[in-house]
């Protein structure tokens, strides 16, 4: 194990530095080959070129370097990374720093993304094991179809279906019924700060759904598979009852390539949160992203997306770590 | 089988298998099991539906998208306008109709470069190995580091003007890594095949084995992975122009018309500006993933 974690530690530094590399270098190249992003957002007005360059040098965007087309700009790559280090992200165009704005947004995108994840775990799991226990029965083939329905529906399709679904139908309907305001403030079509976890169920749902389908499939095949295993056979013919079979014997191995999947899902989770967050209009961190993108700021867009590929690569290392914690086969490769 | 001139591509000096009952050939098995499979059949009448759109618009409708009257903006659908109208007054059913278009273009496009380049770089990684491997693998790795949406976002957000070819560019540069993967895969798998060594030890040359022998025999997996890809490419296409950073307005494109129609059709009850962009969207993604999917049944001998 530990010469397991030191080789993937030591895997780890060089994909970092590159990811991070990969970022700079595409934006530098978009720069160099886009034209001045700072000059773009003024349009038809443009401003004295000396309250251009001052602007640019606020946002680090001045380096000769971004001229020169092809010009990898190591030097800015150099001093980013150091500021990045001491915690420095920059600021926005309200002279903001973009952490404080990261770390007001971030308790709503926790909530959202827990909401996600427990939703699509808890009907993932319960719909792959009825499935793979019902093998090419009907609740099988429903299975079946449904997640290749979900998976084909791209995220902000289904957001806004559901958006005008929940909001101009079923939550008139629940009032006409004399529901109780926390709970129709689960349907409403944005996000209400009165309403901190109901009005995040609906987006949640959504957020969740692509991923239920991957969870429900990863899960029905690698139970049918285990199903087979010679332990499982043992199991049941010491006379164990199929339920315990399935959920204690089966099921625990079953589920090793699930809960991979789930950190490694994190990185969907975090474009998928910037998609249902512009819908429905809720202040997490996608959503800081998608209004940045709507109003062109760009040191903001890059800010973000930096610090949410560092928490995807830390989250994968650790994702890692504990697969070979719960399947020791994996250790000796 | 009722088709025997289409002959099955790595089996050239097979007969076709009109009569018999078992063939050697993976590819004959697959076009058997592929002409019976319902869902692949259909799925491949609605991409070749989906393709004609795309290439001649003006075969299923004679309205023109570009005219637009505000006076008639989000009218529901009627007789004059089967679809009703968007919310800049023009035909939705035009609209859907020539949304097609640049979808499949940047589909088409990206998964034809992304596959070129990961299928070469595959090659390379998985047949010479050692330090060349070494460092495709390492290459692919930091690509892979990055969120897709979230780059792909970052850098168009960036350039001042957007097209399909920026949009193109972007999707190639942040997706050929996984054909790079599936392709090092199958070629390691195919490499130590007993065939393959016969072949180099009649004097066989890399060139010839890789064209002859390991191309032919791992291009299942990169099929099927080019197909689903296609539907994925749609969708991401969409999901960036719906964002703000794909097309821009003047274009057409349904994930356009979607962001123009959202908060209008749940504000004001019209529910029509999002029904049939959107369904527009899910028949073109799901058609390709179905067809993806029943390939890779039908191409995985291990499935049967």
Partial sequence: MGRYTARRLLQFIPVLFGTLFLLHYLQTLSIQFGGD?????????????????????????????????????LGMFV?????????????????QPITDLIFRALPITLRLTLIAVAFECVLGIVAGVLAAIGKDRFIDNFVRISTVFIISVPLFVLGVLIQIGAGLYLKPWLEGLGAPEWFTAAFSILYQSEHPWASLVVPGMVLGALSLGFIARLTRTSLIEILRADYVRTARAKGLPGSRVVGVHALRNALIPVITYIGIDIGALMGGALVTEGIFNIPGVGGLVFGAVQRKETPVVI????????VFLVTSLLVDLLYAVLDPRIRYE | MSDPSAAAPTAPGQTPDSGRERSASL???????????????????????????????????????????????????????VFGTTVQGCDMYAHVIYGARPSIIIAVFVTAATTAIGVLTGLFAGYYGGFTDTIIS?????????????????????????????????????????????????????KSQDYVEAARALGASSPSIIRRHILPNSLAPIIVLATLNLGLFVSAEATLTFLGVGLQIPDISWGITVSEGQLIAVGGGLPHLLIFPCAAVILTVMSFILMGDALRDALDPKGR
């Avoid at chain 1, 001093?79 to 002279?95: E, H, K």
Wanted: proline content about 7%.
């Fill in chain 1, 303 to 310: 800010a973000v997306v930096t610090l949410l590929t560092l």
């Fill in chain 2, 27 to 81: 590819w004959a098995d697959a076009r058997r099991e592929l002409v019976h499979n319902p869902v692949f059949v259909i799925s491949t009448l609605m991409v070749l539906l989906i393709m004609s759109v795309a290439a001649f618009p003006t075969l299923f409708t004679n309205a023109d998208p570009t005219f637009c009257q505000l006076a008639q903006a989000y009218e529901p659908p009627s007789d004059a306008h």
């Fill in chain 2, 138 to 190: 390492r290459v692919t790795d930091v690509f892979l580091g990055l969120p897709f949406l979230l780059g792909a976002v970052v850098f168009l957000a960036l350039l001042p003007d957007q097209n399909i070819w920026t949009v193109g560019i972007v999707l190639v540069a942040l997706s050929w890594t996984s054909f790079t993967r599936i392709t090092r895969g199958s070629v390691i798998a195919v």
């Fill in chain 1, 37 to 73: 992003p700072i000059a773009s957002l003024f349009g038809d007005r443009q401003p004295p070129e000396a309250t251009l360059n001052a602007i640019s040098r606020v946002f680090g965007l001045d380096d000769p370097c971004l001229d020169q087309r092809g010009n990898p700009c």
């Fill in chain 1, 79 to 95: 001093d980013r990374l150091a500021n990045y280090a001491r915690g420095d992200f920059g600021i926005d165009f309200n002279r």
